[in-house]
C-alpha cells in the first residue's frame, strides 16, 4: 500500500511541476541545460532513465536549480523566454541564490545548497558552488573569469578582476584577491596556495 500510494503521490508531483518543461523544449539552450542536468544527476545520485523525469526531479526538490534554469532560459529565445517569464510566476525561483543575468558560464554548473550564494563571474563548464559563496566585484576594474572544472567551497570570496584557472578548489572561508593558476588548491584569508599540480607546497597568490 505505501509503495502505491508513493507511486500516485510521485506522479500526482510530476504533473504539477510538468508545464516547466514548455520553456525547455522551446529554448534554443537546450545543450546547456541538458550538460546542467548530468552534473545535478551525477552529484546529487538520482536515479531516473527518462530526461524529463530527471529535469522535472531537479526542478521540484532543488529550487537551486530552478535559479539556473531560469538563468539559462533567459539567454535563449524569445518563445522560450516569455513562457519561462509566466512560469516564474508560479513556480518562484529560489530567494536565497542571486545569478546575475550579464554571467557567462559554461554548462554543467552544480550549486550545492546555495543559500546567501551571490554569483556575478563568468564562470567555465563543469564548476561546483556552495553555500554563502560571494564572486564578484571588488570595485570598478572588473570581476572574475573562473575556469573549468572549478570548485568553490563553503563561505569563500572571490573578488575583482582576476583570472581562476583550471581544476582549481578554493576552500572554506578563503577570500581570493589575486591570479590562481590552474591545478591548485587555495585556502585562507589572504588565500594561499597549499597544493599545485598535485604537490603539497606553500605559496602566495600574485
Known amino acids: 500500500m505505501k509503495n ?24 534554443t539552450e537546450k545543450e546547456l541545460i541538458k550538460k546542467d542536468i548530468t552534473k545535478w544527476i551525477e552529484c546529487l545520485s538520482i536515479e531516473a532513465n527518462s530526461s524529463n523525469i530527471q529535469l522535472i526531479h531537479i526542478l521540484q526538490n532543488s529550487p537551486e536549480y530552478r535559479n539556473l534554469y531560469y538563468f539559462r532560459l533567459s539567454k535563449g529565445n524569445l518563445s522560450a523566454k516569455i513562457s519561462m517569464y509566466i512560469l516564474k510566476i508560479i513556480y518562484r525561483p529560489c530567494g536565497y541564490f542571486f545569478l546575475d543575468q550579464s554571467c557567462n558560464i559554461g554548462g554543467g554548473l552544480f550549486i550545492q545548497h546555495g543559500f546567501s550564494t551571490i554569483i556575478m563571474a563568468d564562470i567555465g563548464e563543469n564548476c561546483w558552488i556552495n553555500q554563502q559563496v560571494t564572486i564578484g566585484y571588488k570595485d570598478k576594474t572588473g570581476r572574475p573569469n573562473i575556469g573549468n572544472n572549478v570548485r568553490i567551497t563553503a563561505g569563500a570570496k572571490v573578488f575583482g578582476n582576476i583570472d581562476i584557472g583550471d581544476n582549481v578548489v578554493i576552500g572554506a572561508n578563503a577570500v581570493v584577491t589575486k591570479n590562481v593558476p590552474p591545478n591548485c588548491v587555495v585556502v585562507g584569508i589572504p588565500a594561499y596556495i597549499i597544493k599545485k599540480d598535485g604537490e603539497r607546497v606553500r605559496q602566495e597568490l600574485v
Open 4 to 27: 502505491i500510494i508513493k507511486t500516485i503521490w510521485f506522479y500526482i508531483k510530476f504533473i504539477i511541476f510538468s508545464p516547466l518543461l514548455i520553456p525547455y523544449y522551446l529554448t
